[in-house]
């Protein structure tokens, strides 16, 4: 796995900063590579700019993926606009963090926009990825007393959250969303099982084609030839997902680039031949 450092590093050199009026925001084309880039990390958690209330936003079919689950567009119009305004949006910066591992738990949140990761700091100075949350994914838990990860955004976001009080009242008085709330930690436990198999089972070349797939069936965006990863993700945060370092998944991507399964740019991955890479699998 890699530093710690070095990911908080990658995610600051991935692009150049911006200023964002919050009055107006919308991350929009931000999202994507090549669009302005990150702003440097501060370790504090975002605090002081929440909007109570917020409108519904127009949320795409309900979609259910590698620990992905559109909890907002899974409820009713009634439901949802009740959800929504037991909310605080919270509008972070790229590289800022919502909240660190050890925090006090004090609810879960859900990403508006944007793209979240969550971060894990073993005691040994290690650093690894539980994955990458977009539009309408849950983050955090409504369990434990302590944030077992830290919740940084890897482009410009918002996060609507909601305190723990008032989650489980909302389970109690909504059945649609306390059906969403076992169905996002259902899909999330899938998701951690597959990255742990894939640990037990999978070489490192297999972990890392099981990486690119999951986040291209999250993030694929069609291009002329093939797809691209429309995500910031870097080398050092594919090594915290598949548990190598840098170097050795450097090595992997240069050898599949090289047999023309995926082609390489400054800050994504353009996957040309997803059956080559599916094949990697069995």
């Not at 309900?62 to 409820?75: K, N, Q, R």
């Not at 073993?122 to 077992?148: E, N, Q, V, Y």
């Not at 198999?197 to 070489?203: G, N, P, V």
């Not at 030839?225 to 370092?245: C, E, F, K, Q, R």
Request: hydrophobic share 40%; net charge negative.
């Amino acid at each position: 796995m890699s530093n710690d450092s070095h990911l908080r590093d990658a995610v600051a050199k991935v692009g150049t900063p911006e200023t964002i009026d919050r009055r107006s925001y919308d991350p929009g084309p931000a999202t994507r590579p090549g669009g302005a880039g990150f702003l440097e990390i501060s370790s504090e958690p975002a605090q002081g700019r929440k909007a109570a209330g917020a409108d519904s936003p127009p949320f795409p079919g309900t979609a259910s993926y590698h620990g992905h689950f559109h909890v907002l567009d899974s409820l009713s119009a009634e439901t949802r606009r009740h959800i929504l305004a037991l909310c605080d949006e919270v509008y972070l910066d790229r590289g800022e963090i919502l909240w660190n591992q050890g925090d006090l738990n004090t609810g879960f949140g859900v990403v508006r926009k944007g793209i979240v990761a969550g971060i894990y700091n073993s005691p040994t100075g290690k650093t690894g990825l539980s994955g990458f949350w977009r539009d309408g994914d849950a983050i955090g838990t409504s369990s434990g007393s302590t944030r077992m990860l830290t919740a940084m955004a890897l482009t410009g976001a918002s996060v609507l959250t909601i305190e723990r009080e008032m989650f489980f009242e909302a389970v109690r008085t909504y059945p649609d969303f306390a059906e969403a709330a076992v169905n996002m930690a259902f899909e999330r436990l899938t998701w951690l099982g597959e990255l742990i198999f894939s640990h037990e089972t999978q070489s490192t070349t297999q972990r890392v084609a099981t990486i690119l797939l999951a986040m291209l069936d999250c993030f694929g965006r069609p291009m002329r030839h093939g797809m691209v990863i429309d995500a910031p993700l870097t080398n050092d945060m594919l090594a915290a997902l598949v548990g190598a370092s840098r170097q050795f998944i450097n090595g992997i991507l240069h050898k599949l680039q090289d047999e023309q399964v995926l082609r390489l740019r400054r800050s994504s991955i353009v996957v040309v031949d997803r059956k080559r890479l599916e094949s990697l699998l069995s």
